[in-house]
């Protein structure tokens, strides 16, 4: 099992949040994500750096954790052939250590750069077909010496990218419902989710997508990473633990709400309009080891083995002190259930 750290791009500049991911390193985390995000969820003190730039600053000044993105959309506002070239030349510096986790994209972040088209921000049936096609484009040019494509939105004419390493880089596939996650099982290397939304959508859909995808694909049931984003407020201080998640309330409106919603502007007063005791639902709130433990145990009895944790605070080395003095230490001994 694998514990990691998720970088908050959208809460703190890019230096610093890349001190924290070297800090991660030292504390001896196995891996460090960081988000994609053109726009912040907030106008005040958002932030919103590039990803592939901070993944090189980090991957030059880190020798051990694994790197990658949680999430990129690399249909819209990137070509997925030059998202092929950009992450082969990361897993040319940084060998074995870089994945690119990839998903079906937010208005949020494509709208303002007018890469969508003028109908609007497309419905889940054709982002969901871009990414696909997106994926078999990226891998087609991590493998083969040229490649001419012909897709449905993406081409290529002879096409090469002349610096790939040894080993492609693997792709996640994020998932909030079966549909994508039967697809991250068939063709993924990883599968990401985020936690907080109720033992049964892991439990009864999710999970068993995923393993329903693997079977279809005829591959094993263990050559998948199942890496969970788990929301936790940890904090000895009950108090603070419980306040720290209000930057985040962002993320507890509803895919309904948040999808025409396309300025940090107008997500921060839809957000704002949450009480606490809302916001933090999506959060493991806790100020006690023990409690993270039982809490994140449920996710690990589920078959979950790749545990990437975000930490809402402004104080992320607070975070992630404490957390690793206290709180990992429990982790590392629990074990990963099949499932059931």
């Known amino acids: 099992m694998r514990i990691g750290y998720k970088a908050s791009a959208e809460q703190f500049a890019p230096a610093e949040l890349a001190g924290y991911a070297v800090l991660a390193e ?44 949680s999430v990129m959309t690399p249909t819209y506002r990137y070509n997925p052939a030059v998202v092929a070239q950009t992450f082969a030349t990361l897993g040319c510096l940084a060998p074995g250590r870089i994945m690119l986790g990839v998903g079906t994209g ?17 419905e889940f049936k054709e982002r969901f077909a871009r990414l696909r096609e997106s994926v078999r ?64 959508l892991y439990a009864d859909s999710l999970l068993p997508a995923v393993a329903e995808g693997l079977e ?24 603070r633990a419980l306040e720290n998640t209000r930057f985040w309330a ?4 509803t895919a309904e709400q948040k999808h025409s919603i396309t300025s940090p502007a107008e997500m921060e007063r839809a957000a704002d309009e949450l009480p606490i005791e809302q916001v933090a639902q999506r959060w493991i709130v806790a100020s006690t080891p023990e409690d993270v433990v039982s809490a994140v ?17 402004g104080d992320q ?17 629990l074990t990963v259930g099949s499932g059931s």
Not at 40 to 65: F, N
Not at 317 to 333: K, Y
Request: charged share 25%.
């Open 106 to 122: 937010e208005a949020l972040n494509e709208v303002a750069v007018g890469s969508v088209p003028e109908s609007g921000w497309p």
């Open 297 to 313: 145990k449920e996710y690990t009895d589920l078959g979950f083995d790749h545990l990437v944790f975000h930490g809402p605070g």
């Open 26 to 69: 030292e504390l001896g985390l196995d891996s460090v994500t960081i988000s994609d995000h053109f726009q912040p969820w907030r106008l005040e003190g958002g932030h919103a750096p590039s990803s592939i730039a901070w993944l090189s600053w980090v991957a030059a000044r880190t020798e051990r954790v694994m790197l990658g993105t």
């Open 250 to 253: 962002p993320l507890s409106l």
């Open 137 to 200: 484009l990226m891998r087609a040019l991590w493998t083969q010496e040229s490649v001419t494509f012909e897709g449905d939105y993406y081409r290529t004419e002879d096409a090469r990218i002349f610096d790939r390493p040894e080993t492609p880089v693997p792709v996640y596939v994020a998932a909030g419902g079966p549909t994508v996650a039967r697809y991250a099982g068939r063709s993924g290397d990883g599968f990401i989710c985020t936690s907080g939304k109720g033992r049964e």
């Open 317 to 333: 080395e607070r975070f992630l002190r404490t957390f690793a003095e206290q709180v990992v230490p429990g982790l590392r001994e």
């Open 216 to 239: 279809k694909s005829g591959r094993d049931t263990g050559s998948i990473d199942r890496m969970i984003e788990i929301k936790l407020s940890w904090d000895p201080d009950a108090e």
